[in-house]
Nanobody
């Protein structure tokens, strides 16, 4: 059973924008923080952004000021608006729920973001 699905990735030129969506099955995001993460070959998955049930956000320093995380609880959805994209943003992007200080281990297929020069 698919727990959450990421979409919205693609190929974009440097300086462009993409909007990623993370849609949950049922109410799996209810009363939970949700984070976005990214991973490239040979590197560990890294934190990108997180949003609490009430809408409080925080970001990795590398994306601060360029990315915006948001959520629509009625739609069981979390979004990541990515502006001013750089080639170093190229990665597979994943979303997942967060309980306390720890991210839950229900990783999906992610969505590929490729930023060209």
């Amino acid at each position: 059973q698919v727990r959450q699905v990421e979409s919205g990735g693609g190929l974009v030129q440097a300086g462009g924008s993409l909007r990623l969506s993370c849609i949950a099955s049922g109410s799996v995001f209810r009363d939970k923080s949700v984070g976005w993460y990214r991973q490239t070959p040979g590197k560990e998955r890294e934190f990108v952004a997180r949003i609490t049930p009430g809408g409080t956000t925080n970001y990795a320093d590398s994306v601060k000021g360029r990315f915006t995380i948001s959520r629509d609880n009625a739609k069981n959805a979390v979004y990541l608006q990515m502006n001013s994209l750089k080639p170093e943003d190229t990665a597979v992007y994943y979303c997942n729920t967060v309980i306390g200080a720890f991210t839950e281990r229900y990783w999906g297929q992610g969505t590929q973001v490729t930023v060209s020069s």
